[in-house]
């Protein structure tokens, strides 16, 4: 796959970069940040696959807002510019390490939502056999995993672009 990067001319990455840019400015990616800060994890259910789900959810958020607060600071130091096009010269180029250890860990993490999306059906299952008590805190805990789950993969595909792209643009100069 990476020498399909390799090939792409400086101005084909360029047209890639503004596409890329303008889904980062999206009314979407917009109100999946504005979402993000509103979440909260809920209380315990009493349901340990519900609450081990939950855990894991809020700890895929808080990864995700970081490396969206590292990407367009990744972008910015190759590129020479912010996303939202401000020049910026002073800034040190990173590694080719640094944005292959970045996108990396963010494949990690979206495997890691996919296997939590995974675990989802049978967490969904131990609340139809909860008791009476349970069943609703499970199920508002199992409405901020998907919820969660459904908010961080489209934004870590689309750093995950950015990333690569930044990676072959780092190559190609």
Do not use: C, H, W
Request: cysteine-free; overall charge positive.
């Amino acid at each position: 796959q990476q020498n399909t990067f390799a090939q792409k001319t400086k101005d084909e990455l360029k047209a890639e970069r503004e596409v890329l840019k303008s889904e980062m400015k999206s009314k979407d990616a917009e109100d999946r940040k504005a979402k993000f800060e509103k979440l909260t994890e809920p209380k315990a259910s009493g349901i340990s696959s519900v609450d081990d789900l939950a855990t894991n959810s809020t700890k895929m958020l808080v990864s995700t807002k970081e490396i969206n607060a590292i990407v367009p600071e990744m972008y910015k130091r190759t590129v020479g510019e912010s996303v939202d096009g401000v020049a910026d010269v002073t800034v040190k180029k990173p590694t080719l390490d640094e944005l292959t250890a970045l996108g990396l860990n963010i494949a990690t993490q979206i495997k890691a939502v996919s296997d939590a999306s995974a675990s989802v059906t049978s967490a969904s299952a131990d609340i139809k056999n909860a008791g009476m008590m349970q069943a609703p805190k499970g199920t508002k805990s199992l409405n901020y995993s998907k919820e969660v789950l459904g908010l961080v993969l489209p934004e870590l595909n689309l750093n995950l672009k950015v990333v690569n792209n930044l990676i072959a643009t780092l190559k190609s100069s």
